[in-house]
């Protein structure tokens, strides 16, 4: 998520930045600003251009086969085994 973040402190150190009522430290940014935009991603923030723009992640696709019913070859020859020692006792 990307967010308008007030900038608290900014100096040759360290960046300061307000993120949902939390401070957060991150490093310099060397510009003198406002207001910058922060990307939280997997608990990682990140300051961001104007230009960006998050990843939307696709729908993995299954590639599950289907199970069917289908009898393999060498299945209906042991079925027929099976029905001739029957017939045959």
Known sequence: MVKICRVLLNNDVATVIEFDGAEIQL???????????????????RIVDNNFKEEIAAPEKSNK?????????????????????????
């Open 27 to 45: 490093s310099p940014i060397h510009r003198n600003t406002e207001y910058v935009r922060v990307q939280l991603k997997d608990g990682i923030y």
């Open 65 to 89: 086969k289907v199970e069917s019913n289908k009898k393999t070859t060498n299945e209906k020859n042991q079925i027929k085994k099976i029905l001739d020692k029957k017939e045959n006792a």
